[in-house]
Every structure is written in C-alpha cells, then in structure tokens.
C-alpha cells in the first residue's frame, strides 16, 4: 500500500535508564524522570525543565499514592526554591494527566493542554466517559456475547480512580503555535489517532521532539475506536497527521513517553506505515467471510487477554475494519442479531 523510503535507523540516545525518583540530565536542561506505572507497561517518562522563574514539567503520571510520594521527594529535593510553574499534559490519558488536578492545588502549577483533551480528561476525571449500559450497546454491536459484556468493561471502571479531578481552567495548546520554554521556542504540533488532539512540542534550536505516545520506539501506540465516538476512523487520523512529523529533521532526538530517548524518527514512522499496511491486509484476508468485530479481534489477538487487554483488542480491531470500511474495502452489514459483521468487497 506505501512504499518505505531509506532512513536512518532507530538508535536510542544512550543506556541509562533512570530509577524511580531519579532525575536525569538526558539533554542539556531537560531532566528525564520516569515514574511506575502498575500495568503491563510498566513506566511513563515525564520531562522536566527549569526557568528563571521556576518550572516546566510535560505529563503527570497517574493519580496513586506512590507516584505523589515520589513527586514529594523530588519537589523537596529539587526545586532549588522555585515553583512547579506550569504543568504541560500531551494529552489526556491517566498516566499523562491523572495528577493534574493535584500538582495544580498542591504546588500551583498552571495546566496546559489542548481543548479537546482538556474536554475529555475534565470529563473522564468526574466520571465515567460513557456509562456501563451505553458501552454495553457498543459491545454487543460488535459480537460481544451478553454473558461477558462486565468482563469486556471491567477496564474502564478500573481506570475512573487513576484520574484526580483536571483542573477547571487551563491555556489552550494550538496546532502550530509556539510556547516559550526555558529560553527556547516549542512548536505544538498536533497529532490524532491515539488520542483527540495529541501535543507533541518541537524545539528547532534544540532539535528536540517531545513526542508523548504519538512516536513510541519499541512499541506502536493503540490505535482504537471507542464507544463514544463509534464511527470514527482513528488510523487514518493517525497515519495522515504523522506525515506532519516527517518534516522534522531526520537528526531530531525524540523524547517519548514510554521506553527511552532515541533519534531516528522518519525509520520508526515508516515503520508504524508497515505495521499498520501488514494488519491491513491480514484483517482484509479474515473478512473473506463475514466476521463481526470481536471475531476479527479474537483472530488478531489469539492469546489470552486480561480485562486491559481485552479492551484494548477489540478497539484496535474495529479501527483497522472501520480503515477498511472508509477504504471501500469492506462492507458492513448488519445481521438480525443485531451484531454488524463485515466482508471483503
């Protein structure tokens, strides 16, 4: 479907990986602090960043006793007697701003973030984003049988108290526009896909990405279409605006928000291109008989899931059909069952 170019390699910056509450000088000026995380990715990496008037820190980690602990720690240590000034949240994922609103009341720190992931973690951090019945009809919408519906949600119920309430104001983070960081100009550059309207911040001068979960080295970030916005075509979103990313230098060094620092940005985005062309075409060989959502998801992921897992898979699956049938390649129908199912056109 794409045709890959030569580029340069994936090579990660160096091989020091810093321990919890440890806070790494990776670049001249940015400290590299990587907080738990008590799932099967286990770590988050969070940015910090020093003015003359105090500081700037990139995401959050999620809201549990053990990250504030180690913020505690820090800050104490730390802060030379300066503010936390400001608080950047990429987007608004647990582990990216479930301690907003408490970094916000405990230390002052005013929040940054774009609209539409200020929107979703406002909502989200007050409550559940849909409730059990609503996603429920999304489920069995795409084949999910009665009887297992409470395990399929079971994640999302988890993760309501992973988030401390997102403060109620914040300056708006824009497509194109730059922010004044420690003496340097950032770009906010928007991504979509993995989440609504993800900020990924670019130094020139520097020739530094913060990249948050748009551009992961190791891993690819979930890409998945939720039960709020059923229809939607996330890979798309995600494989058009990372063509944006393409007009940083190849020499730019990425900092991502899980795994380490690496250079070699348009190798990984090509990679992402590969991936995503390869499962492409596997769920488009799948459908040569109608299969429903949880089907093509069960085919894709034929190992047992945790309740996290589970979640994840089916929204991965059903992005890649709704790709497909946005393409004109697959055609939706739905059966009396009221399960859609879709086959190859």
Request: glycine share 8%; proline share 6%; charged share 25%.
């Amino acid at each position: 479907m794409t045709t890959l170019t030569e580029t340069k390699p994936v090579e990660y910056l160096n091989d020091h990986i810093p321990e919890p509450g440890e806070v790494y000088e990776v670049l001249p000026g940015i400290y590299w602090i990587r907080m738990p995380l008590p799932f099967q990715l286990n770590h988050i990496n969070l940015w910090l960043m020093e003015e003359d008037d105090g500081w700037v820190l990139v995401d959050t980690g999620i809201n549990d006793d053990r990250t504030k602990e180690i913020w505690r720690d820090i800050f104490g240590r730390l802060l030379n007697g300066k503010s936390l000034k400001r608080l950047i949240c990429t987007h608004a994922h647990p582990d990216h701003i479930g301690l907003g609103g408490w970094l916000h009341n405990e230390y002052g720190a005013e929040l940054a973030i774009t609209r539409e992931e200020w929107t979703f973690g406002r909502i989200v951090s007050r409550g559940p984003m849909a409730t059990k019945e609503f996603y429920h009809q999304y489920l069995s919408q795409i084949g999910v049988p009665e009887d297992e519906l409470d395990n399929y949600s079971r994640h999302l119920e988890s993760a309501e108290h992973l988030y401390e309430e997102v403060p109620a104001r914040y300056e708006r983070l824009r497509d194109g526009h730059s922010i004044n960081i420690g003496g340097h100009s950032w770009q906010v550059i928007i991504g979509l896909g993995h989440s609504t309207e993800h900020a990924c911040l670019y130094c020139e001068e520097l020739n530094v990405l913060i990249a948050g979960d748009q551009v992961l080295p190791k891993i690819s970030p979930i890409i998945m279409v939720h039960s709020h916005e059923p229809m939607a075509n996330p890979l798309k979103d995600f494989l058009d605006s990372n063509e944006k990313l393409r007009h940083l230098p190849s020499s730019v060094t990425v900092l991502p928000s899980h795994n380490a620092p690496f250079t070699g940005l348009h190798a990984r985005l090509d990679q992402f291109v590969e991936h995503h062309d390869e499962r492409l075409e596997t769920v488009l060989d799948m459908c040569a008989e109608p299969l429903s959502g949880l089907e093509v998801s069960q085919k894709l992921f034929p190992q047992e899931l945790d309740h996290a897992g589970m979640f994840f898979a089916t929204g991965e699956a059903v992005s890649h059909i709704r790709y497909l049938e946005y393409e004109g390649k697959l055609r939706r129908t739905e059966h009396p069952d009221g399960i859609d199912r879709f086959q190859r056109v």
